[in-house]
């Protein structure tokens, strides 16, 4: 059963940190060949790119509203994908899935992943 979740979720002041953790489980090639990805959807809001991380872990794309915040990073050895998330905003609430698109390029577009997880909430209080 091919399987993503996610974990690290949870309530932290602004200007706080998080880490997302998302474990890969039960794909059917080899952890590498996909490329991650983190999207959000906050409450009433359409879902939205995050940041993005090729298999290789040579390219990354961060969106606009992150970067110089968040890091994407991943471990081919462990099957993870991880979103280090700093300097948080209230802005940045919402429900984090974590995304998997075999030979993707790391696109923004979530069409281009196939396998999704369930989701972690992250709230953020002011």
């Known amino acids: 059963q091919v399987q993503l979740v996610e974990s690290g979720g949870g309530l932290v002041q602004a200007g706080g940190s998080l880490r997302l953790s998302c474990v890969a489980s039960?794909?059917?090639?080899?952890?590498?060949?996909?490329?991650m990805a983190w999207f959000r959807q906050a409450p009433g809001k359409e879902r939205e790119f995050v940041a993005s991380?090729?298999?290789?872990?040579?390219?990354?794309r961060n969106a606009d509203s992150v970067k110089g915040r968040f890091t994407i990073s991943r471990d081919n050895a462990k099957n993870t994908a991880d979103l280090q998330m700093n300097s948080l905003k209230p802005e940045d609430a919402a429900v984090y899935y974590c995304?998997?698109?075999?030979?993707?390029?790391?696109?923004?577009?979530?069409?281009?992943?196939?396998?999704w997880g369930q989701g972690t909430q992250v709230t953020v209080s002011s």
């Open positions: 039960g794909l059917k090639f080899t952890f590498s060949m996909y490329a």
């Open positions: 991380i090729t298999g290789s872990g040579g390219n990354v």
């Open positions: 995304a998997a698109g075999l030979l993707g390029p790391g696109s923004d577009n979530p069409s281009t992943y196939g396998l």
